[in-house]
């Protein structure tokens, strides 16, 4: 039983487009939500994260929208660009637990 | 270089044979972590380390055995590899005592039990 849920599986927008990815959790106690970028061949690396005291956190073309009440929260890619292109998995963390999504492959056209 | 660093890339073994994964970070952060990916799962976690001498089951860990004499070294061994430990392997670490800060992967290691 997954304690974090992604949607979409895949995605493909066009260069210039909004980019959404959205997850949900189960477990109330995760305090600690980041969205990790993994491009083929490496290992995934932390993009954003947020905590559930705060219900948007913006880096760059980057959002995260929290939703604490629904249990939910999504990342948002404004502008997106073909570098862009990669695996976005969202995780949901408490102390020594950390639980990702089963990923977004994410494809931007030029 | 400093970083985290996983060996070998690639490994293919056969069914019942020993294997072990190495991982080494020269950041001497306390916590590592080993996490299988798997298509339609994402990362699941194997085992974790929260300092030399100290290792914890993560949410798979049948079939996996770590041990972690030295801080900066966080061996994973399959006593006897099964075709359904076929995955992509990936080290992690973070300096805090806690999951909720940045966990830094390897570049993983693709294993392959025929």
């Known amino acids: 039983q997954q304690q974090v849920k992604q949607s979409p599986q895949s995605l493909i927008v066009q260069k210039g487009g909004i980019s959404i990815i959205n997850c949900a959790y189960e477990?109330?106690?995760?305090?600690?939500f980041p969205w990790y970028q993994q491009f083929p061949g490496k290992g995934p690396a932390l993009l954003i994260a947020i905590r559930p005291d705060v219900s948007e956190k913006k880096e760059g073309r980057f959002t995260i929208s929290f939703n604490k009440s629904a249990k939910q929260f999504s990342l948002h890619i404004m502008d997106s660009q073909p570098g862009d292109s990669a695996t976005y998995f969202c995780a949901a963390a408490y102390n020594n637990d950390m639980r990702f999504g089963a990923g977004t492959r994410l494809t931007v056209k030029p | 270089d400093a970083g985290i660093t996983q060996s070998p890339r690639y490994k293919i073994t056969e069914t019942g044979r020993q294997v072990t994964l190495m991982c080494h970070q020269t950041?001497?952060?306390?916590?590592m972590f080993w996490y299988r990916q798997d298509l339609g799962h994402g990362l699941r976690l194997i085992y974790y380390s929260a300092a030399a001498d100290i290792t914890d089951k993560g949410e798979v860990p049948d079939g996996y055995v770590v041990s972690r004499s030295k801080t900066e070294n966080f061996p994973l061994t399959l006593e006897s590899a099964t075709r359904s430990q076929t995955s992509v392997y990936f080290c992690?670490?973070?300096?805090?005592?806690?999951?909720?800060?940045?966990?830094?992967f390897g570049q993983g290691t693709r294993l392959t039990v025929v």
């Open positions: 477990n109330t106690a995760f305090d600690y």
């Open positions: 950041w001497s952060h306390s916590y």
């Open positions: 992690a670490s973070s300096e805090s005592s806690q999951m909720n800060t940045e966990a830094f």
